[in-house]
T-cell receptor, first 112, second 113 residues
Framework: AQTVTQSQPEMSVQEAETVTLSCTYD???????LFWYKQPPSRQMILVIR??????QNATENRFSVNFQKAAKSFSLKISDSQLGDTAMYFC?????????FGKGTHLIIQP | DSGVTQTPKHLITATGQRVTLRCSPR?????VYWYQQSLDQGLQFLIQ???????AKGNILERFSAQQFPDLHSELNLSSLELGDSALYFC????????????FGSGTRLTVV
């Protein structure tokens, strides 16, 4: 079983700024994946970025990148050059044998 | 279109009733997961099926049940509904377990009145 903790209920930054969302996790599994999902007001769950736990290299998808610290069980999301359309709930999640476990989410607001 | 189809999109029903939510996974995916998201809450894992067999259970109430059929579609049955069951119910699918990618449907919004 996994636990995922997001300690920032809400964050607000100005457009074009860089923002980092924090996430810590705990698991006893050796084979797992970590994800960040975005949930805009439409409530659709959109995959932002994925990290294989066995890979040391941090995943990057355009403006989105992660800082994966396996020993510290930390998995933060960095959004560069933030845009108004990035305003959404962001959920960190861990995928293991029992499926996907979510954190409680961070509400990110991008101010114009 | 994510490839995961959930029906219906919206459902309004009275307390005490029973409803069935349906999910068709993305083509080729063998595993189906059900999640409940109450207002302003995170996603609570309910249950997982893999190739027709129950694989894992989360915080699923005894009033709720699910199954995965031979064609891999899944149904979530909610009975004796209460006001607190009002939520957005998501289905997700993956090819492997653990999945290296989980694709979500657009959800079924259930309102119990």
């Amino acid at each position: 079983a996994q636990t995922v903790t997001q300690s920032q209920p809400e964050m607000s930054v100005q457009e074009a700024e860089t923002v980092t969302l924090s996430c810590t996790y705990d698991t006893s599994e050796n084979n797992y994946y970590l994800f960040w999902y975005k949930q805009p007001p439409s409530r659709q769950m959109i995959l932002v970025i994925r990290q294989e736990a066995y890979k040391q290299q941090n995943a990057t998808e355009n403006r989105f990148s992660v800082n994966f610290q396996k020993a510290a069980k930390s998995f933060s999301l960095k959004i560069s050059d933030s845009q108004l359309g990035d305003t959404a709930m962001y959920f960190c999640a861990g995928g293991g044998a029992d499926g996907l476990t979510f954190g409680k989410g961070t509400h990110l607001i991008i101010q114009p | 279109d994510s490839g995961v189809t959930q029906t219906p999109k919206h459902l309004i029903t009275a307390t005490g009733q029973r409803v069935t939510l349906r999910c068709s996974p993305r083509s080729g995916d063998l595993s189906v997961y059900w999640y409940q998201q109450s207002l302003d809450q995170g996603l609570q894992f309910l249950i997982q099926y893999y190739n027709g067999e129950e694989r894992a259970k989360g915080n699923i109430l005894e009033r709720f049940s699910a199954q995965q059929f031979p064609d891999l579609h899944s149904e979530l049955n909610l009975s004796s509904l209460e006001l607190g069951d009002s939520a957005l119910y998501f289905c997700a699918s993956s090819l492997t377990v653990p999945g290296d990618g989980y694709t979500f449907g657009s959800g079924t919004r259930l309102t119990v009145v």
